[in-house]
């Protein structure tokens, strides 16, 4: 296994797809207004397995002595900084779109952008 790729390491493909899933959830339950009770279920879900995620991945990006280790890192405490904001301050249920929007473009973008570009990288 070459680390330095590490969305070619199959936990963290599964990991991905996971969370994709769950994102994509998190979307449903916001655009449908009857199901708009399941948002904090669905962020929940979400932040417990980013949480279980990023932790995950930088301990591999530690074993490898990955270059981009902290710029990484902040990246997934960015993220998740949106949680605790939304757990500290609950938005109005008006506002959800924003900050369904927010999140899933944050998450999908770190997951689908951010962590194939490491992927892509020469070792
Ligand atoms: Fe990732
Ligand atoms: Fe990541």
């Not at 270059?67 to 249920?93: A, I, S």
């Amino acid at each position: 296994m070459d680390s330095k790729y590490i969305s070619s390491v199959p936990e963290i493909d599964a990991q991905h797809e996971n969370i994709a899933g769950l994102v994509s959830s998190l979307q449903d339950a916001i655009a449908r207004k009857d199901r708009r009770h399941l948002v904090h279920q669905a962020l929940k879900q979400l932040h417990q397995q980013l949480i279980a995620h990023f932790a995950f991945e930088d301990t591999l990006m530690v074993r490898v002595s990955h270059p981009d280790l902290l710029q990484h890192r902040k990246v997934h405490k960015r993220v998740l900084c949106l949680f605790d904001n939304y757990f500290e301050h609950p938005p109005d249920p008006i506002d959800y779109d924003h900050l369904g929007k927010l999140i899933a473009e944050k998450v999908h973008g770190h997951v689908v952008e951010d962590d194939c570009r490491i992927s892509n990288e020469p070792g």
